[in-house]
């Protein structure tokens, strides 16, 4: 009997110093928690915008202009916002940004300049485009392509894709890293340079 009481006395004090532990790791446990949601709700400013090719069509000096739009183009519309910082979130100032797509129908202009234009982010790193939604042509997605590159520094060639568009599983370029977001009737991306 005396030996029961012992089992069961020494079972109620190792479980009650387990508890105890658990007891003092809970705050550490709901910090490392808070943590992480803290953590995943910052922007990723740290991971550079993904480089990609330019592809073929690429044409130098285009117009500067905030909307590729012209007279008698009929495709459905959009408008990009976005902005460029930098890794450590600030945004850069004055960064050329340099636009070409193709038209509704998948095909460039490579004689003049329609459809390109390249503009300046604003003192807070901002740029607004608008522009024709993209088409498709034989193994790509509708896209947009973009040349980024601050004063005296590298330039980083990528391309935007369009959210939900059925053709991104098939595009042998597509990546989830560069899909726009869509914010009501409007796209947004964020573009991170290298520090």
């Not at 922007?43 to 480089?51: F, G, Q």
């Not at 117009?63 to 902005?83: K, V």
Request: hydrophobic share 35%; aromatic share 10%.
């Amino acid at each position: 009997m005396d030996n029961h009481r012992t089992t069961r006395r020494r079972l109620l004090y190792v479980s009650g110093g387990v508890f105890l532990q658990l007891g003092l790791l809970a705050p550490t446990v709901l910090t490392t928690q808070k943590s992480w949601a803290q953590r995943s709700a910052t922007p990723a400013c740290s991971r550079p915008t993904l480089p990609q090719i330019a592809g073929p069509f690429f044409m130098p000096q285009s117009p500067e202009r905030s909307s590729l739009i012209e007279p008698g183009m009929t495709a459905s519309r959009m408008r990009l916002r976005g902005q460029v910082v930098d890794a450590n979130c600030r945004p850069v100032p004055g960064v050329l940004i340099d636009f070409w797509q193709c038209d509704d129908k998948g095909e460039y202009d490579n004689q003049g300049y329609r459809l390109r234009g390249h503009q300046f982010a604003n003192q807070n790193g901002q740029f607004v485009l608008d522009t024709l939604v993209p088409g498709a042509y034989p193994g790509r997605t509708p896209h947009l392509h973009v040349r980024v590159q601050r004063k005296g520094g590298p330039v980083l060639t990528t391309q935007l894709y369009l959210p939900g568009h059925p053709g991104n599983s098939n595009d042998f370029l597509f990546d989830p890293r560069l899909l726009i977001e869509a914010r009501g009737h409007e796209y947004y991306f964020q573009f991170v340079l290298p520090a």
